[in-house]
């Protein structure tokens, strides 16, 4: 069974910057898209970065030109890079495959506020 284990979020005022980290156990990594999915305190979870396994990527325009999607296959492991952070990116964000097919993780709180 496939394990996400959603890491690096925490408190950081407007305009800053946060990398997130998530750890896939399993062969889910190389062969499916993977993403960056986000659920604001009582909304519904949206997707907002995709990278492929050919390495195509695709951003919501919410966050496009601010956040970067990166994968490394040998770690198993997914990043975003989050600049410029605006208090309306406050949410818990999860990483998963597109679309997902694994139980979530547990994600990581990501606040932006001053």
């Known amino acids: 069974q496939v394990q996400l284990v959603e890491s690096g979020g925490g408190l950081v005022q407007p305009g800053g910057s946060l990398r997130l980290s998530c750890a896939a156990s399993g062969s889910t990594f190389t062969i499916y898209a993977m993403g960056w999915y986000r659920q604001p305190p009582g909304m519904q979870r949206d997707l907002v970065a995709t990278?492929?396994?050919?390495?195509?990527?695709l951003y919501a325009d919410a966050v496009k030109g601010r956040f970067t999607i990166s994968r490394d296959n040998t770690e198993n492991t997914l990043y975003l890079q989050m600049d410029t952070l605006k208090p309306e990116d406050t949410a818990v964000y999860y990483c998963n495959t597109v679309p997902p097919r694994h139980s979530w993780g547990q994600g990581t709180q990501v606040t932006v506020s001053s």
């Open positions: 990278i492929f396994s050919g390495g195509s990527i």
